[in-house]
Each structure stands twice: as C-alpha cells, then as structure tokens.
C-alpha cells in the first residue's frame, strides 16, 4: 500500500529521513504544480532524484525548497539510473547546509511567511505580487510573472480609493474552482489559494494570525 500525503503536513527531509533509517527500497513522486518529481531509495539509501531539468544532488536540492506537493511513496520499485553515490545523512547535511547559505534575496525572502501561512488548513499556493499584479514571490516552483485575479483584485483597489471606500482587510473570489484570498502585506499584495469549499469563518482568523 502507498504512502500518500502532501509536503505542508510532512516535511520532505523527514520523509527521505524515515524510508532511508527503514532500508526501505523504493519510488518516492512528488507532484507540485504540473511538475513531478522523482527520488529512488534502495537498501535505505537515496541513489537517483530527478526535478526537471535537474537530476542526482542538485535535483534533491531543489525538491527540499517545496513547501507543498503531493507526495506518493511506493515500495519494492528500483530505480532506473544511479545519480547519488553519497551517504543519505551526509546527503541531507550537505542540503541543508546549501539552504542555510543561500542568497537572501528575492527568490527567498517570503520563505517564513509562506511556512506560516502552510500551516492553515486548506492552503494551495501562496503568491506576494505588487501594485502593477507582477509576481514577486510564489510557494510555486512554477509560479508565473503575472496574474489575472491579481489585476482584478488590484483594480478593485483603484476604484474603491477613488471612491473613498475603506478597503476590507481580506477579498475573495472563486474561479476555477478555487478560492482566492486577496490581503495587503506591508507594500506589497498577497493572494492566498485554498479548496473552494473552504469555509472563510474559519480561516480568515488563522490567515490574520500567520501574517501577523
């Protein structure tokens, strides 16, 4: 039987960590986005990752900086290829130690704010945009440079400060089959996706909560 959830509920290093103290032998995929994900595991040791165009150590690199995605684990499946021929500890390690030192700067500076925010129940993507609705920071690895909703909900804004209306603290709209939040964070806009069936009594307080 498969191991499946998503990565907000179960950190993707405490997954590699548990199949690899098992000696397990398996097929980790981890889907986020339309992009998948691939790490092999054989005897309790990470031997091939893949996170296109990226395989071996830098792809492991790139899947451990997802805050969300699917993930399915499935036993008894070898991999096709060896990339890895380091020890999964020092594997990790060495991860890590590569996040702790990179750069701070655009591609990396909402990191907190989205783990807070991951902690609501219900959460999907996470985008920061600013005041033309450009894309300045996404929990999506695939994240696009502009956003419809968010010249919506910008232009909303506009006609409601010519109006002199006082802005609501939280706007949402459903399409596609989603909800979408829309808040303002410090100079900048946020825009929250979540199951259309969330119920906005409930986690409105939680979003407040996690921007402080």
């Known amino acids: 039987m498969a191991l499946v959830g998503n990565l907000k509920d179960l950190k993707l290093a405490s ?8 000696k397990n032998t398996a097929k980790m995929t981890i889907e986020q986005g339309n992009k998948f994900g691939f790490i092999y595991f054989e005897s309790g040791q990470v031997v091939h990752a893949e996170f296109e165009p990226d395989m071996g150590e830098e792809a492991i690199f790139k899947l451990l900086t997802l805050y969300s995605g699917n993930f399915k684990v ?5 991999s096709p290829a060896k990339t890895i021929t380091k020890n999964w500890n020092n594997l990790l390690l060495d991860a890590m130690h590569q996040l702790d030192d990179q750069d701070e ?13 991951f902690t609501v129940k219900g959460v999907q993507e996470v985008t920061v945009f600013d005041d033309e609705g450009t894309t300045v920071g996404s ?29 609501p603290e ?11 939040i829309f808040a303002k964070y410090k ?18 307080p939680l979003l407040k909560q996690a921007l402080g």
């Not at 655009?106 to 704010?113: C, G, I, N, Y």
């Not at 994240?143 to 006082?166: D, H, I, P, R, W």
């Not at 939280?170 to 979408?180: E, Q, Y």
Request: proline share 0%; glycine share 6%.
């Open 74 to 78: 499935e036993s008894g499946i070898r």
């Open 170 to 180: 939280f706007v949402s709209i459903v399409a596609s089959g989603k909800k979408h």
């Open 187 to 204: 100079q900048l806009n946020l825009e929250v996706e979540m199951e259309q069936k969330t119920k906005l009594d409930i986690v409105l």
């Open 105 to 117: 700067g655009e591609a990396r500076k909402f990191d907190h704010l989205f783990e807070r925010l």
């Open 15 to 22: 997954l590699i960590q548990l199949n690899c103290m098992e």
């Open 139 to 167: 929990s999506a690895e695939n994240a696009g440079t502009s956003n419809l909703y968010a010249f919506v909900q910008l232009q909303a804004m506009k006609t409601g400060a010519a109006l002199n209306l006082e802005f």
